[in-house]
């Protein structure tokens, strides 16, 4: 057990759906009352219907072992449990059903703020997280110098916290939990919010700690080129389930393929995630037709023919289609773009696209789709994309190893 930093055995947790609570203590008591009476609840709206007393299990029979100095990923949809199963291990919710064992104090940062007041200043923060972990005074003095440095505050560190920008919340309090002594750090994806160079280094702090300091890291991100970067474990889960516990290439791959039927040939596109910001840029993608196929199965050298149709609100002028080809593993290949479009006009409209496929060696590749408008400089903008929207099988050259020779066949070499 010495070399174990978190042991989870049969952990589930249950949540209610619905309304809890009427707002008021009294209305709480009047219902209570009426329900262990068998009376009508007095706060019930006339002619509301009774909530099903519905449950839900966030985390379902999770078993899990984690060692010292691992750096483990947890990736999955939205829903999965990722949130949940942090908020157990650091103590902020209970489980309904299971034990966690966890050897060694834990840092953690799960949302923007937490444990943070907002009132302090940056420097009485730091001190107060590290009381919260049981260090001494001289202990937080020992690594604040640290702190400060890689937080990049430290023209506004005696400055209430509540005046940072969420870049320099996110900055100072990832620094907290990287340098206050503890044997387990656990990170959201909140490294987002900050920018490029500081996520570089943050990746590269939790890297050292991990292999330098014997620090266990969890780190739960939608990104899978961080997770592929920092982890060297991987852990997907899918519905309060994991479905998947290893190596990290295999685990993306798992977590694509995961909500994708391989034998769909008509995909409806309305259904797909798409990013917020893309929510309202007149055009949507509706849906999606590989044509001549029964399934999504294509030799070397043939065509990839679609038929895309398209959802426009507002006329677009000088807009085009974008294919973008990637790995089992989210790793992107090459991009293909159409032909400009003049105008695109109001309505609903069918595209009739091809895209040779002579390049491609054997394997399974993951689709992206996306419709862009250019700029006045010529710059694309994205009015709809759609990442992984669907998967095809190239088959054939046996002989091609995809790990010496790559995915791509290059045209014949010349001679001169």
């Known amino acids: 057990m010495e070399n174990i930093a978190i042991k989870i055995t049969g952990v589930s947790k249950q949540y209610r759906l619905g309304s809890i609570g009427a707002g008021t203590l009294q209305a709480d008591l009047q219902s209570f009352i009426a329900k262990k009476l068998g009376k009508e ?8 219907k009774k909530p099903a007393n519905r449950r839900f299990y966030a985390l379902d029979d999770i078993n899990l072992t984690i060692r010292r100095g691992e750096r483990v990923g947890i990736i999955g949809s939205n829903g999965a449990g990722k949130s949940t199963l942090l908020k157990l291990l650091c103590r902020i919710t209970a489980p309904t059903k299971g034990e966690i064992d966890i050897w060694g104090r834990v840092t953690s940062m799960l949302e923007v703020g937490t444990g943070f007041h907002t009132e302090m200043t940056g420097r009485e923060n730091i001190y107060l997280n590290g009381s919260i972990l049981g260090m001494t005074r001289s202990e937080i003095d020992e690594q604040l110098d640290d702190i400060i440095a890689f937080s990049e505050v430290g023209e506004f560190i005696d400055t209430p916290v509540k005046r940072y920008s969420s870049g320099m919340f996110v900055k100072l309090a990832f620094a907290v ?13 909140v490294l987002a919010v900050g920018d490029m160079a500081f996520q570089q280094k943050c990746l590269a702090r939790m890297r050292q700690a991990a292999e330098l300091e014997g620090r266990t890291v969890l ?5 899978m080129d961080t997770i592929r970067r920092l982890c060297e474990r991987c852990i997907v889960l899918r519905q309060g389930k994991i479905i998947y516990d290893g190596e990290t290439e295999n685990a993306i791959a798992a977590y694509m393929e995961q909500n994708l ?30 044509d001549g196929k029964v399934q999504p199965v294509y030799e070397s050298g043939e065509k990839m023919k679609l038929r895309l149709t398209l959802d426009i609100s507002q006329p677009v002028s000088d807009a085009a289609v974008r294919l973008t080809l990637c790995t089992r593993a989210d790793q992107g290949l090459a991009s293909a773009w159409s032909a400009h479009f003049p105008l695109l006009s109001a309505g609903e409209k069918e595209l009739k696209l091809a895209l040779p496929m002579d390049t491609l060696a054997k394997g399974v590749f993951f689709v992206s789709i996306g419709v862009y408008r250019f700029d006045e400089i010529g710059r694309p903008v994205a009015l709809d994309h759609i990442t992984g929207a669907f998967r095809i099988e190239v088959t054939g050259q046996p002989l091609w190893n995809i790990n010496a020779h790559g995915y791509m066949k290059l045209p014949e070499i010349e001679i001169n």
């Open 219 to 223: 780190y739960v991100s939608h990104n």
């Open 177 to 189: 939990a990287a340098f206050l002594k503890s044997e387990i750090m656990i990170m959201d994806e």
């Open 41 to 48: 609840d007095p706060n019930e709206k006339i002619g509301a």
């Open 261 to 290: 039927n391989e034998n769909t040939v008509d995909i409806d596109l309305k259904v797909k995630e798409r990013a917020a910001k893309l929510s309202d840029n007149g055009v949507t993608l509706t849906r999606i037709v590989l």
